[in-house]
């Protein structure tokens, strides 16, 4: 970098500081001579190139043909500058000056402005329309012979280092000439630089540190990605993941054993095929687009679906349950992920836990049946006749042992809702007429207690259910309301159709429940307080049954409202859809 | 307090020997012509012997089970024959179908049914009055 392009000047204030020192106003003296000051307003960057442009033939005897370095030596400026931060295409020029060192010839600057006007242009460096020739006419004389310096006639006495600025004006404008404030001037340009120098320095150090940071961020993921894989492949569950597109493109070892293949081998593309899928209930092929892990790939979750696994590599089969979840960015759904569990065991537990509760009831029904009978038989007199004690007697006898066959048909119930799904077998039902039938069988209770039972039913169409079902709901909760409801109090049970489903309302005037009791009241085995010194018959089974059925066989809902000591209100909501079949399991008694 | 023969033949398969009695004893008292059998396969050769009007048939039972011998009993007299079939097992699914194949009259439990309860389903099938 020369002297010149190292003179930064503070181009905003327009005004023209040259410096004193005469090694530097020798190029202005060695022929005429413009100054070239350019700079980038953006960048505030700028310098000087003093650039001689002899017109005159001759100068100190030497012939220049000096275009070519009028050309150069504002290139250089210009590449210089562009280093420091000026962008070209916004560098603008002043010209200043115009020196006249051999007297006979005419104003030689304005032709030298002109010259200089042109390489700019041919640069293309846009010229300050009101500096083009501004200062044309203006001769700057310096003699070398007496170390003078004349701008306009005007002697100029050479000035020390760090002396006052000269300061010359024009009837156009101020130009200032002072060469200890150029100085300055270009001291606080070059701590300006420096710092600019040092900032981009820090910028281009923090750069470098962000690429470090990001380099050990890589490291870190490699890190969590590896660490992620051995937890996946330690996994006790199955794995899986698959792209957008729905391909495998990651699977565990336990995946590989559950599913019979080797994931070294190679992710089949048509896996849904391969693996050999089928639905646990009807033994078909399970729809490849329902299949959870493709569904999760459409975006949607799939929670516990049980599937059957046959394939060559497995053809005892395994029965599986999945879940799988998308995985979304900004809400849309790249790919998807399946945890899937072998259940072959727990499928096998079950079954024998369903096959020794089924054996178990059978096995205890057996004398409960022989007592029903023969107690029966005695009530009814057929083996001879009965005191009215013993008869008294005997309807304990038999009283007793329906509770118990009752509570066997609870129990089993309440293991089956528990071992997960029960058989729904569907027909289409009138829920009415189903309540008018078990009002007329509990007609004898409701009179023993001097009940009045108020029916309100509208018109309600025949849905989709399991009778059994609807049975169980009404029986448990029209008993509960004959039981649990004082003698001559009011029942009022009313049925009409809602938009979208049935609702059914049971209103007593009984024991109510009380305040403390109502979160538990579908508890199973939980009886609340001021019941049990009513009654003390009842199972606790109930409402459990009731709920479970409503919930899990319905997809219903039921509700109650109770005051103690006033009555209760149970609800329950079955959808117009009805109930949803369900085989290959059995049903509740 | 034996009701007017009717002079039905009412074959009881039922293994439980107290349960088949009170069976066979509440059909006596009945009127009917109750015999009983202690297993299914002493109940298809009783029924070659007796040839029932109706039959009253536990599913569970040692040698010969429940569905075997409804499914003789068909091959045997048609399926005209009227079964009832009084047990303690569950309605299985797979029962339930073997039943509608095999078109048994009526499925009844036990530990639901009353004996008077039986002896009105016997009579409403065998068109009896009461």
Request: aromatic letters at 6%; one cysteine or more; hydrophobic letters at 40%.
């Amino acid at each position: 970098m020369n002297d010149l392009t190292k003179h930064i000047i503070e181009v905003a204030t327009g005004e023209v500081k040259v410096a004193k020192a005469p090694t530097h106003l020798q190029c202005l003296a060695l022929g005429s001579c413009v100054a070239v000051i350019l700079y980038d307003k953006e960048s505030k960057v700028g310098g000087i190139a003093h650039v001689m442009v002899p017109s005159s033939v001759q100068i100190n005897n030497h012939h220049y043909e000096n275009q070519n370095q009028t050309k150069n030596a504002i290139t250089d400026l210009v590449e210089q500058l562009e280093q420091l931060g000026a962008d070209r295409a916004s560098l603008r020029a002043r010209l200043v000056g115009g020196a006249l060192v051999i007297s006979d010839v005419d104003d030689i600057g304005k032709e030298n402005i002109a010259a200089v006007h042109s390489t700019l242009q041919k640069l293309n460096i846009k010229i300050d329309d009101e500096h083009v020739g501004g200062h044309a006419g203006r001769s700057v004389v310096f003699d070398l012979s007496q170390g003078q310096l004349q701008i306009n006639g005007t002697v100029i006495p050479p000035q020390e280092k760090g002396g006052d600025p000269i300061e010359i004006k024009t009837s156009e404008e101020k130009i200032l000439t002072g060469s200890s404030e150029l100085e300055e001037k270009i001291a606080e340009r070059t701590r300006e630089l420096t710092e600019r120098t040092e900032a981009l320095d820090n910028v281009r150090k923090a750069t470098l540190n962000l690429l470090e940071d990001l380099e050990e961020e890589r490291g870190k993921l490699i890190e969590e990605k590896a660490k992620s894989e051995a937890m996946l492949a330690s996994l006790g569950d199955g794995f899986a993941a698959a792209d957008e597109n729905g391909k495998l493109t990651y699977f565990n070892k336990t995946a590989a054993d559950i599913l019979g293949y080797d994931a070294n081998q190679g992710l089949p593309d048509t896996w849904q095929k391969e693996y050999g899928i089928f639905d646990p209930v009807t033994l078909k092929p399970y729809p490849a687009d329902q299949m959870p892990l493709s569904l999760a790939v459409q975006g949607k979750t799939a929670n516990k679906i049980q599937l059957l696994i046959k394939n060559p590599k497995m053809p005892k089969g395994k029965f599986i349950t999945v879940t799988a979840t998308p995985i979304l960015m900004n809400g849309k759904s790249v790919g998807g992920v399946a945890i899937f569990r072998d259940m072959t065991k727990e499928m096998q537990i079950d079954k024998a836990k369903t096959e020794f509760v089924s054996l178990a009831s059978h096995q205890l029904r057996t004398p409960l049946s022989a007592i029903k009978w023969y107690s029966e038989m005695l009530l009814n007199e057929e083996a001879g006749s009965v005191s009215s004690k013993q008869k008294e007697y005997l309807k304990e006898i038999h009283y007793g042992n329906e509770r118990m066959i009752s509570l066997v048909n609870s129990l089993l119930n309440v293991s089956r809702i528990e071992m997960g799904a029960f058989a729904v077998q569907t027909k289409k039902v009138n829920i009415v007429t189903v309540c008018k039938e078990l009002l007329a069988e509990l007609k004898e209770k409701i009179n023993d207690k001097s009940l009045l039972v108020k029916e309100d039913f509208g018109e309600v169409p025949d849905l989709e259910l399991d009778p059994n079902y609807i049975r169980i709901i009404f029986q448990n909760l029209i008993v509960n309301a004959i039981k649990y409801t004082p003698p001559g109090g009011n029942i009022d049970i009313s049925i009409f159709k809602q938009e979208d489903s049935v609702l059914i309302r049971i209103k007593d005037t009984g024991y109510g429940i009380p305040e403390e009791s109502k979160d538990k009241i579908f508890t199973k085995l939980y009886r609340a307080d001021n019941i049990t010194k009513n009654d003390t018959d009842g199972t606790g089974l109930g409402l459990y049954i009731t709920k479970s059925i409503v919930e899990q066989a319905a997809n219903g809902k039921i509700w109650f409202e109770s005051e103690e000591n006033k009555g209760s209100t149970f609800f329950v909501s079955i959808p117009l859809t009805g109930m949803i079949k369900r085989e290959g399991v059995k049903g509740l008694i | 307090m034996t009701e007017t023969s009717h002079n039905k033949k009412i074959l009881v398969i039922e293994d439980d020997n107290s349960l088949r009695k009170a069976i066979v004893e509440k059909l006596t008292l009945k009127g009917f012509d109750a015999v009983g059998a202690e297993d299914g396969e002493k109940g298809i050769e009783l029924s070659t012997s007796s040839k029932p009007d109706l039959v009253v048939l536990d599913l569970l039972m040692p040698k010969v089970n429940g569905l075997t011998v409804l499914k003789m009993l068909h091959a045997k007299f048609g399926k005209d024959l009227p079964i009832i079939i009084l047990t303690n097992v569950e309605a299985e699914d797979n029962i339930v179908k073997d039943l509608t194949d095999y078109k048994a009259t009526r499925y009844l439990v036990k530990s639901d049914t009353k004996l008077d309860s039986l002896v009105g389903n016997i009579k409403e099938i065998l068109k009896l009055e009461d």
